[in-house]
């Protein structure tokens, strides 16, 4: 790293953003089984009753979520000839692919002890995942100062994200009905053995590929806890956290009740994969669209407009009767095409709010911002599965059952109106995000005449 680099006009390479995106891409083979397939492979392969696996969920993802702020304190203090937060993509290879298999492996024990190893294994992927993903995430703060140029490299990540989040909503149900011969036990093993190696190559490109040119002031000594004082008086951080919390709450009840809707609600299983890949490529548009979008509206509007738009589709997704097909894949589209900038923008804000950081404290910690956003992201994923695992009980659902009219209506409710609300709730935090184009222009050339003056004297 050299701050003599650090030029708030620098335009990246191709390359480097394609190489960048590649992480993202390795972490869909396993987020984005997460976030579709976990669950229902819990209750209906694995043989957990929903209701335990809402509180699975809860307890490990809040256990797993407050690893993340601890990740970022070690990735910002670690210092290699290869950069703080590279070195990680290769440390965290082997460890994240033994654990996706190991979850996704269901063991010859009774109900007591297939949920311990449930918990212990899903604990074990969550902190793999968070070793290798925090140190990539913020990767993305240190590759160049320049907001618009953020905003691009966010865009070709989620680009990526979305692109194998497609791969996997379509493939997986194939593959494991492929390798497992009628065995879904041995198909999810095998299959999260074959992510394992691709996500393996793949972040390989992402360490091989990229620079890291941004480092804190030469001068900086702070403690974690000085850290977390910072961004507890970052006002654009924390709203931001409030607001990635809240919309993930709306994306992950999206994603993952999609799978209960066709299989119980349309009664069309077969078509789960095929639907859950129009999501993927439609978000996938919509982030390609992003920086199309800002040169329109900046980022607060435009996220303001968007989750507006995807809560008025979510309540007209409620009216739509079982037979409507078409219309369930239009909506889908259209949902996930106004969701897909929300990735790129709130992680290019983040990225802004590391700079505001500097220039309002001197100092900088960019691994403890972008860990402390996915740790905001991850409870809201942890509230999502939960609150999804209750309802379903509550309403009586019983797995690979005809479903009572009661657990009909829990999977509507949890695929249309509740996220809806998630999306203007949303829409109200927005308001109040106060670092606009003209204040980052600011930011930007302040740190840059200081790093210059540094780097001379």
Known sequence: MNNGHLQPNQILSLKEKVGYAMGDVASNFYWRVFDVFLFIFYTDVFGISAAAVGTMMLVTRLIDAFSDPLMGAL????????????????????????????????????????L???????????????FINVPYGALLGVITANSQQRTTLTSFRFIGAFSGGT???????????????????VGWQLTMACYG?????????????TKERIAPPVEQRSSIKQDIQDLLNNMPWLILFSLALIIMLTITLRGSTGTFYFK??????????????????SLAIGAACTPLLTRLLDKRRLLILLMSMVAALCF?????Q????ALMFVLQALIGFCLGPKSPLVFSMYADTADYGQYKHGRRATAMTFSAAAFSQKLGGAFAGAMMGWILSSMGYVANQQQS????????????????????????????????EQKMAQVSQRLYQTNSSESHS
């Open 75 to 114: 990735a910002d203090r670690t210092q290699t000839r290869f950069g703080k937060f590279r070195p990680y993509l290769l440390l965290g290879i082997l460890p994240l692919a033994a654990a996706g298999v190991l979850t996704f492996t269901v063991p010859d024990l009774n109900s007591d002890g297939k």
């Open 116 to 130: 311990i190893w449930a918990y212990a294994t899903y604990i074990f992927m969550m902190l793999a995942y968070t």
């Open 322 to 325: 079982p037979q409507q097909i």
């Open 167 to 185: 791969l996997v909503a379509y493939l997986t149900p194939e593959l494991v009905n492929w390798l497992g011969q009628g065995d879904d036990i």
């Open 264 to 281: 119980y609600y349309v009664h069309r299983e077969d078509l789960i994969g095929a639907f859950t890949a129009t999501y993927m490529i």
């Open 197 to 209: 190696i691709i996500a393996a190559i793949l972040f390989s490109i992402t360490f091989l590929s």
């Open 405 to 436: 009219t009661d657990s009909e209506m829990g999977i509507l409710l949890l695929n249309t109106i509740i996220p809806a609300v998630f999306a203007i709730i949303a829409v109200w935090v927005i308001r109040f995000y106060s670092l606009d």
């Open 316 to 320: 007209a997704f409620y009216w739509l």
